[in-house]
């Protein structure tokens, strides 16, 4: 049973800046990518930031420059920094796994509230 525990979410002020982690336990697959997604209300949910186990990485063109994903491989946790947050940032984030070997199941956190007040 994999689980993804996230925390660091919280109201900020625009301008500002956040640090969002998320720890994978049990019987994960070593290769792997683990992201961090996002949905605001009304709206579907969307890719922050990808990082794979490789360290390779992918942004979503609204935070590149501003987020910045990593991760520690031996803690199984994934990092979002998050600077010069804007309102629209403003959303429940979610971490996901996906695990590179087939069926190649993925696993999401429970989400946490990004709130970035004007």
């Known amino acids: 049973q994999v689980q993804l525990v996230e925390s660091g979410g919280g109201l900020v002020q625009a301008g500002g800046s956040l640090r969002l982690s998320c720890a994978a336990s049990?019987?994960?697959?070593?290769?792997?990518?683990m992201g961090w997604y996002r949905q605001a209300p009304g709206n579907e949910r969307e890719l922050v930031a990808t990082?794979?186990?490789?360290?390779?990485?992918n942004y979503a063109d609204s935070v590149k420059g501003r987020f910045t994903i990593s991760r520690d491989n031996a803690r199984n946790t994934v990092y979002l920094q998050m600077n010069s947050l804007k309102s629209e940032d403003t959303a429940v984030y979610y971490c996901?796994?996906?695990?590179?070997?087939?069926?190649?199941?993925?696993?999401w956190g429970q989400g946490t509230q990004v709130t970035v007040s004007s």
């Open positions: 990082i794979s186990s490789g360290g390779g990485t």
């Open positions: 049990g019987n994960i697959f070593s290769i792997n990518v």
């Open positions: 996901k796994l996906l695990i590179l070997r087939p069926p190649s199941p993925s696993y």
